[in-house]
């Protein structure tokens, strides 16, 4: 199976929808779910320094940013969370027999905006708008106390 092939299977919609309900299962507005696929040629894959043959099992590699909400310092919720990854990962990619690695930055949340605006507190009723509209909306306190940005 060539990657392109199997990258076009895994690409799809369903793939997709499960990301984004990890997400949002847990109070997120589904715009903060952002999926992009990039497929490689393969002559542009090594790993271990090798080349990747074109008849090994596609190579998929994931990475994951997360921003709206910090993981509590703790090897149980660590676990939880590379699960719930697991689980999503699983028919789309893991069963079809893909050779697949993925990781996930926390990235600061201080320096994340959104069309200028400071994304509200997780669970603040600003944030509970920002799911209901599924958008960014203006609120008290989207901007620091310099006002708003130059954006």
């Known amino acids: 199976m ?14 997709v929808q499960a990301i984004t309900e990890n997400y949002t299962s847990v109070g997120l507005p589904a715009f903060y779910v952002v999926v992009q696929f990039h ?8 790993v271990g320094g090798h080349l990747r043959p074109e008849t090994a099992r ?6 994951i940013a ?11 919720a660590y676990d939880r969370a590379a699960s ?18 993925y990781h996930v930055d926390e990235t600061e949340r201080r320096m994340w905006k959104i069309n200028g605006l400071i994304p509200p507190p997780w669970k603040s009723e600003a944030e509970l708008l920002w799911v209901r509209e599924n ?7 989207a901007f620091s106390e310099g006002g708003r940005t130059s954006l």
């Open 66 to 76: 997360h921003i709206a909400i910090r993981l509590p310092d703790t090897d149980a």
């Open 58 to 63: 596609p190579f998929v590699r994931i990475v």
């Open 2 to 15: 060539s990657s392109f092939i199997a990258l076009t299977q895994f690409t799809n919609q369903a793939f």
């Open 39 to 46: 497929q490689l040629d393969p002559a542009n894959v090594f």
């Open 135 to 141: 958008r960014p909306v203006l609120y008290e306190g």
């Open 84 to 101: 719930k990854i697991d689980r999503v990962l699983k028919p789309h990619v893991l069963d079809k027999g893909y050779d697949v690695e």
